[in-house]
């Protein structure tokens, strides 16, 4: 059989498709690195003594479905971090722990994405939950550097 330039072009592309594999790694791995690289920063910010977990330990969270549980370690960890970072340095934060209720509502949804049906209704919410965590974490981290 002879090959022809066009014929890669008509090829169907689906999960053994190497462009494939590089479009999921960008749309869903590279955005949860950089999550991750934010916690760790937020964390290695605080003085040891604020610190409610190594900063490294962040990186569990990429291990596949035990991040569903991790989720929720990483977020009440880094949120009472950077509060007890704030109240050491004579700064208090109002509110209690800075964005907890959105974080701890974002892996709460998570877990409901696993179930069919409701999995549609939470996509969204969970990642817009997921991204006011995310910002409010950084820009204290920020006020921590």
Request: proline residues 8%.
């Amino acid at each position: 059989m002879i090959y022809k330039l066009g014929d890669s072009l008509h090829r169907p592309q689906g999960p053994g498709d190497p462009a494939f594999a590089l479009i999921f790694l960008a749309v869903l791995i590279l955005p949860r690195i950089f999550y991750l690289i934010s916690m760790q920063r937020a964390i290695g910010r605080c003085s040891p003594q604020a610190r409610a977990m190594s900063p490294g330990l962040v990186w569990l969270g990429l291990i596949p479905l035990f991040y569903l549980i991790w989720d929720f370690v990483i977020v009440v960890t880094v949120s009472k971090s950077v509060s007890d970072e704030f109240t050491a340095r004579k700064n208090p934060l109002q509110g209690g722990l800075p964005g907890l209720g959105p974080g701890i509502a974002f892996c709460v949804l998570n877990l409901l994405f696993w179930l069919p049906i409701v999995n549609i209704l939470t996509i969204l919410a969970s990642l817009v939950l997921w991204i006011v965590f995310w910002v409010k974490i950084s820009s204290l981290s920020s006020g921590l550097a």
